[in-house]
């Protein structure tokens, strides 16, 4: 079988792609970056805490927001316990309304099949809805090698494509970018006079992506639940693009993570009450559609369809997810991608999504990125957090992030991932504090240290190991005695 | 090959090792915690005031004076390639000849071809259910329904009929799952929209910028 993703790439893509998963990421070095960046702190306050502010009040019109985020939680836990199960009733009922079920067991696989699907069928012009899915498996890039032309059609997303940009956010992917640096970037592309109006630069685009939605034959999007009952895609969205994925071209191919099962349609509105008001602060959003067939083409029922693909592939897209589903960690499957716990982070809004070197950031990318991709490479994310709890507080499936960070935390040691330095450093530290006597010394001789250095009551340079506190805030003196003396010396 | 491989992985990791017939029941639905319409009175009124609060035009009408709005409002936004579906008052009242004899240009879906749609200055439409809830339309693709009648044109009109109303999205999903599903049905809850741009709203990036809707009494 000829394959074009097997082509050799271009030398220069190659280059990149090597380096890039091939250079340690380092968050430390990403997120002090980002932190820095007040344009980018503007721009993420603005979104983020407004998304967050919208979810608090739509879950309040709710008659018991937490009973329903448990019932959701419920549900999707029920569906990955019983995977198996609802996989093999879903594949029954795609295949018996007439589509076709695909089983990509990693990326390599999803850009495969995906590529062939469009071979056999000879589509050339790709129209692409967001989908968290295919930036996973880098499938735009796969299908342009593949000499597809594709287009993204998502508003944000088109602006990350033709920047060049990563997504920053699951639900707003370009949340870290302002309307000046979009204005010169559409005056480049589409070669036309600046103008940053909002309003001005969404209709520039909107004028070429409907030439691009016009002449489409392949669709591709991803999915935010798979009905197991009836064998249905159910897509959430604002902007309709989505939609036109699902009626002009002649193939319509959907690549869906396995953990987005539910059981029953029943079940949708149990998820759909929670997404978008967790998501952007709407009761729902504009456009929810249901599919997962070809058009219908009884002549003799009035079902007949005169729009809509002519082939219907659902490419079920694992990609580790069985691995996490098999440990302890398989409650974090039962994510719906609503961007909450992001919007909620005091981490995530100072750095942005950058800094997590993943396509999901925020505290559940701190968690899934590890478990998906590697606890060695990924082994600062854990710590990304402060624990405060927020995450868990605002999670609509109610997955307890902070929990599940501390145990990734555990397993760090466990495997001996940590740094040397690091290692070194606790061991001294359980050394001098396991008795009274090392640890009375060790804060006389800290006492000591810090009030000679301190000016005013505070300390505002350390040495080394300290600087690394006093580089970005002073510390207070400490008291004079020390509650030890203070307790031995009280009036009896 | 592949398909088994994947499965195992999947049965493995839930401690299988071979299909199973069946899976225990899943979580019961406890309706008020989810349902949040709880009555058959006042629907309209409901789904009136969810609509507006969505963007859409809400007009009030009675089924004589249907046409002569709609009419109207073509009008008013200059509006003069019509496409209409089949189906409920659309096809009960022939809009289309109606449309035609008053100088529009106007389409019946299943005289046309998606690619004319591009060129519409809007789609009319009649609608399965509305949710009073969420202020929703809901159309399925059918024959007399093209998917792109509600997304292609830059405006959408929708007729709605009381007997579509229905409370909750519990009860929508509930009469989806009694039926067989058609190929496509979308829930349309306001005019198509992004805030992509620091957060501005723009509404009509992709689908229609208008949606109209003639809540008939």
């Given at each position: 079988m000829s394959d074009l993703t097997h082509r050799p790439l271009d030398e220069n893509t190659q280059d990149f792609l090597e380096q890039a998963h091939a250079s340690k990421f380092d968050f430390h070095k990403l997120s002090v970056k980002a932190a820095g960046d007040e344009k980018l702190k503007r721009s993420i306050e603005l979104a983020v805490m407004r998304q967050d502010e919208g979810r608090t009040s739509r879950l309040r019109e709710l008659p018991d927001p937490d009973a329903l985020r448990t019932l959701a939680g419920a549900i999707k836990q029920h569906a990955l316990d019983h995977l198996d199960f609802y996989l093999e009733q879903l594949e029954a009922n795609v295949?018996?309304?007439?589509?076709?079920?695909?089983?990509?067991?990693?990326?390599?696989?999803?850009?495969?099949?995906?590529?062939?699907?469009?071979?056999?069928?000879?589509?050339?012009?790709?129209?692409?809805?967001?989908?968290?899915?295919?930036?996973?498996?880098?499938?735009?890039?796969?299908?342009?090698?593949?000499?597809?032309?594709?287009?993204?059609?998502?508003?944000?997303?088109?602006?990350?494509?033709?920047?060049?940009?990563?997504?920053?956010?699951?639900?707003?992917?370009?949340?870290?970018?302002?309307?000046?640096?979009?204005?010169?970037?559409?005056?480049?592309?589409?070669?036309?006079?600046?103008?940053?109006?909002?309003?001005?630069?969404?209709?520039?685009?909107?004028?070429?992506?409907?030439?691009?939605?016009?002449?489409?034959?392949?669709?591709?999007?991803?999915?935010?639940?798979?009905?197991?009952?009836?064998?249905?895609?159910?897509?959430?969205?604002?902007?309709?693009?989505?939609?036109?994925s699902l009626t002009t071209p002649r193939v319509l191919v959907s690549l869906v993570?396995?953990?987005?099962?539910?059981?029953?349609?029943?079940?949708?509105?149990?998820?759909?009450?929670?997404?978008?008001?967790?998501?952007?602060?709407?009761?729902?959003?504009?456009?929810?559609?249901?599919?997962?067939?070809?058009?219908?083409?009884?002549?003799?029922?009035?079902?007949?369809?005169?729009?809509?693909?002519?082939?219907?592939?659902?490419?079920?897209?694992?990609?580790?997810?069985?691995?996490?589903?098999?440990?302890?960690?398989?409650?974090?499957?039962?994510?719906?991608?609503?961007?909450?716990?992001?919007?909620?982070?005091?981490?995530?809004?100072?750095?942005?999504?950058?800094?997590?070197?993943?396509?999901?950031?925020?505290?559940?990318?701190?968690?899934?990125?590890?478990?998906?991709?590697?606890?060695?490479?990924?082994?600062?994310?854990?710590?990304?957090?402060?624990?405060?709890?927020?995450?868990?507080?605002?999670?609509?499936?109610?997955?307890?992030?902070?929990?599940?960070?501390?145990?990734?935390?555990?397993?760090?040691?466990?495997?001996?991932?940590?740094?040397?330095?690091?290692?070194?450093?606790?061991?001294?530290?359980?050394w001098v504090v396991a008795s009274p006597v090392r640890y009375r010394l060790m804060c006389a001789a800290q006492r000591l240290v810090l009030r000679r250095r301190a000016r005013d009551g505070w300390v505002s340079k350390m040495p080394a190991p300290g600087a690394g506190w006093t580089d970005v805030r002073d510390m207070p003196a400490p008291a004079p005695k020390s509650f030890h003396q203070l307790w031995r010396r009280r009036p009896r | 090959m592949s398909r088994e491989r994947f499965m195992q992985n999947v049965r493995r990791a839930l401690g299988r090792s071979g299909a199973v017939p069946e899976a225990p029941p899943p979580p019961h639905i406890d309706e008020p915690i989810v349902r949040l319409v709880h009555t058959e009175v006042g629907l309209s009124e409901l789904f009136v005031r969810m609509a507006r609060q969505n963007q859409m035009v809400v007009e009030q009408v009675s089924v004589e004076e249907l046409a002569k709005r709609l009419i109207a409002s073509l009008r008013a936004h200059e509006c003069r390639r019509n496409a209409l579906s089949g189906?409920?008052?659309?096809?009960?009242?022939?809009?289309?000849?109606?449309?035609?004899?008053?100088?529009?240009?106007?389409?019946?879906?299943?005289?046309?071809?998606?690619?004319?749609?591009?060129?519409?200055?809007?789609?009319?439409?009649?609608?399965?259910?509305?949710?009073?809830?969420?202020?929703?339309?809901?159309?399925?693709?059918?024959?007399?329904?093209?998917?792109?009648?509600?997304?292609?044109?830059?405006?959408?009109?929708a007729v709605v009929e009381s007997k579509n109303l229905v409370p909750d999205l519990v009860d929508l999903f509930d009469q989806l799952s009694r039926d067989a599903q058609p190929a496509n049905s979308v829930i349309i809850t306001g005019p198509s929209k992004t805030a992509d741009i620091e957060m501005n709203l723009v509404t009509g990036v992709h689908g229609p910028g208008v949606v109209h809707v003639f809540m008939v009494k």
């Open positions: 295949k018996r309304n007439g589509g076709h079920v695909h089983y990509a067991s990693t990326a390599v696989d999803a850009r495969r099949i995906i590529a062939d699907i469009a071979r056999r069928a000879n589509c050339t012009r790709c129209i692409k809805s967001k989908s968290m899915a295919s930036e996973e498996v880098e499938l735009a890039p796969a299908l342009e090698r593949a000499g597809i032309d594709v287009v993204e059609t998502d508003l944000g997303e088109f602006i990350v494509q033709i920047s060049k940009d990563r997504p920053s956010h699951l639900v707003a992917p370009i949340v870290h970018k302002d309307k000046a640096s979009i204005a010169k970037l559409f005056s480049e592309y589409f070669a036309a006079p600046y103008d940053d109006d909002p309003r001005a630069l969404t209709m520039q685009a909107r004028r070429h992506l409907r030439e691009k939605f016009r002449r489409a034959d392949l669709g591709i999007t991803g999915g935010n639940f798979l009905v197991a009952e009836t064998g249905q895609v159910c897509i959430v969205e604002n902007e309709g693009n989505a939609r036109q993570g396995i953990e987005k099962l539910v059981p029953r349609l029943a079940d949708l509105s149990v998820m759909l009450k929670l997404l978008a008001r967790s998501a952007t602060g709407q009761h729902l959003t504009v456009y929810t559609s249901l599919f997962g067939r070809p058009r219908s083409r009884d002549d003799d029922d009035k079902r007949d369809e005169r729009d809509g693909p002519d082939e219907f592939h659902l490419v079920l897209l694992d990609n580790g997810r069985s691995e996490i589903l098999g440990g302890e960690y398989r409650e974090t499957l039962r994510c719906i991608r609503c961007g909450a716990c992001l919007n909620t982070c005091p981490v995530y809004r100072k750095i942005g999504g950058h800094a997590y070197g993943s396509v999901y950031p925020g505290p559940i990318g701190a968690l899934i990125t590890p478990l998906m991709q590697g606890l060695e490479r990924f082994k600062d994310l854990p710590q990304a957090s402060s624990l405060c709890g927020a995450c868990y507080d605002a999670c609509p499936v109610k997955i307890n992030i902070p929990q599940h960070l501390i145990n990734l935390r555990r397993d760090i040691v466990s495997k001996r991932l940590e740094s040397r330095r690091e290692r070194i450093a606790y061991r001294l530290w359980a | 189906g409920g008052l659309v096809e009960k009242l022939q809009l289309v000849s109606a449309l035609r004899a008053d100088g529009f240009h106007a389409k019946s879906w299943d005289e046309m071809t998606l690619d004319e749609l591009y060129d519409v200055d809007a789609g009319v439409t009649d609608v399965r259910f509305a949710v009073a809830e969420t202020g929703s339309l809901v159309i399925d693709g059918s024959r007399a329904h093209g998917r792109g009648l509600s997304l292609v044109p830059p405006a959408h009109f």
